[in-house]
């Protein structure tokens, strides 16, 4: 199995940044996708950012050109450097990994709040 455990959220005033990590431990394939959602209060949870093992990214249209999603694979550790924050940032981020045959919807961390105060 795997384990995740995300870190970096807190509170922040719009405009400003923060950098989230989320470290992997376990039955880690190399050829995996590391992935970031976010749920805010009362909405679905969304696909923020995702990164495959060779370093090929997607954004949701909401992040691109603020969020950079990156990933060190001797870490086994993926990251998401925010940049220009907004109020509608406001959610729990929960890291994602999807190993090569792993069953539907991989595994996940328990989340870390990021709080973007106007």
């Known amino acids: 199995q795997v384990q995740l455990v995300e870190s970096g959220g807190g509170l922040v005033q719009a405009g400003g940044s923060l950098r989230l990590s989320c470290a992997a431990s376990?039955?880690?394939?190399?050829?995996?996708?590391m992935n970031w959602y976010r749920q805010a209060p009362g909405k679905q949870r969304e696909l923020v950012a995702g990164?495959?093992?060779?370093?090929?990214?997607n954004y949701a249209d909401s992040v691109k050109g603020r969020f950079t999603i990156s990933r060190d694979n001797a870490k086994n550790t993926v990251y998401l450097q925010m940049n220009s924050l907004k109020p509608e940032d406001t959610a729990v981020y929960y890291c994602?990994?999807?190993?090569?045959?792993?069953?539907?919807?991989?595994?996940w961390g328990r989340g870390t709040q990021v709080t973007v105060s106007s």
């Open positions: 376990g039955s880690i394939f190399r050829i995996n996708v």
């Open positions: 994602n990994l999807v190993n090569l045959y792993s069953d539907p919807g991989g595994s």
């Open positions: 990164i495959t093992f060779g370093g090929t990214t």
